[in-house]
C-alpha cells in the first residue's frame, strides 16, 4: 500500500494564479482532511470529509475549494493564490471518525 | 477554537529520558495523539490514549493522562539521536468527526 499520497511535493505560483493539491490514498478510508502547517502554528483545518459527496469546512477554510467524487481523492484547490496561503499542506485519512488519521508526506507552497 | 498548548523546545542527553507536555482546554476531547515529524517530512503516528484511560505504554513510549487538570504527556525511555524531530500532540474534540486541534510543537534535540 502506497498509504496517503501527495502531489506535487514542491510548488512556486504567482499572486492570482489557481491550482490543485492531489492527496489520493488507497486504505478505503472513509476520512480525509486537509491542514495547512504554518510556523510556530502547528497545524490548522482547512477542509474535510467524511465521505464520498460529503465535505465540510474547517478552521480556516476561506480561499480552498475541495470536492470528493470518490472514496480515494480529495483534491485541494486554490481559486485565487495569495501570499497568505504559503504554507506546507498535509492531507490526512483515518478509516473512521474514531480511527487515528494517517498523513502525507506534504506540499511545499510559496505564493510569490 | 479549542486551545493545545505545547512548550516550543526541549534537549535532553542520549539515554536520558524525555518528556513532551501538553494542555487542551476541550474537556469532550475523545482520543489525544502524539505525532512525530522529522525535518521536511510528514507526521507519524507515536502513540493515542483514549479520553477514559489514564496510562498507555508503548514499548519506549508512555503516555499519562491527567483529564481532571486535561494534561497530557509523552515520555521517551532511553532517548536516541534518532529521537531528535518536533512533537506534536492533538486532540480530537468531536466523537465520529475526527477533526484534529494540534499544539504548536515541541522540538526535541537529543545531545550525544
Known amino acids: 500500500n502506497a498509504g496517503v499520497t501527495q502531489t506535487p511535493k514542491f510548488q512556486v505560483l504567482k499572486t492570482g494564479q489557481s491550482m490543485t493539491l492531489q492527496c489520493a490514498q488507497d486504505?478505503?478510508?472513509?476520512?480525509m482532511s486537509w491542514y495547512r502547517q504554518d510556523p510556530g502554528m502547528g497545524l490548522r483545518l482547512i477542509h474535510y470529509s467524511v465521505g464520498a459527496g460529503i465535505t465540510d469546512q474547517g478552521e480556516v477554510p476561506n480561499g480552498y475549494n475541495v470536492s470528493r467524487s470518490t472514496t480515494e481523492d480529495f483534491p485541494l484547490r486554490l481559486l485565487s493564490a495569495a501570499p497568505s496561503q504559503t504554507s506546507v499542506y498535509f492531507c490526512?485519512?483515518?478509516?473512521?471518525?474514531?480511527?487515528?488519521?494517517?498523513f502525507g508526506d506534504g506540499t511545499r507552497l510559496s505564493i510569490l | 477554537g479549542e486551545d493545545v498548548e505545547q512548550s516550543l523546545f526541549l534537549s535532553v542527553r542520549e539515554g536520558d529520558s524525555s518528556v513532551i507536555n501538553c494542555t487542551y482546554t476541550?474537556?469532550?476531547?475523545?482520543?489525544l495523539y502524539w505525532y512525530k515529524q522529522e525535518p521536511g517530512a510528514g507526521l507519524q503516528l507515536l502513540t493515542y490514549?483514549?479520553?477514559?484511560?489514564d496510562m498507555k505504554q508503548d514499548q519506549r513510549l508512555t503516555v499519562l493522562l491527567n483529564k481532571k487538570d486535561k494534561h497530557l504527556s509523552l515520555r521517551i525511555a532511553d532517548t536516541q539521536t534518532g529521537d531528535s524531530a518536533i512533537y506534536f500532540c492533538a486532540e480530537a474534540p468531536q466523537t465520529g468527526a475526527n477533526n484534529l486541534f494540534f499544539g504548536t510543537g515541541t522540538r526535541l534535540t537529543v545531545i550525544p
Open positions: 490526512a485519512s483515518s478509516l473512521s471518525g474514531d480511527q487515528p488519521q494517517h
Open positions: 476541550d474537556s469532550s476531547s475523545t482520543y
Open positions: 486504505m478505503n478510508h472513509e476520512y
Open positions: 490514549i483514549f479520553s477514559n484511560m
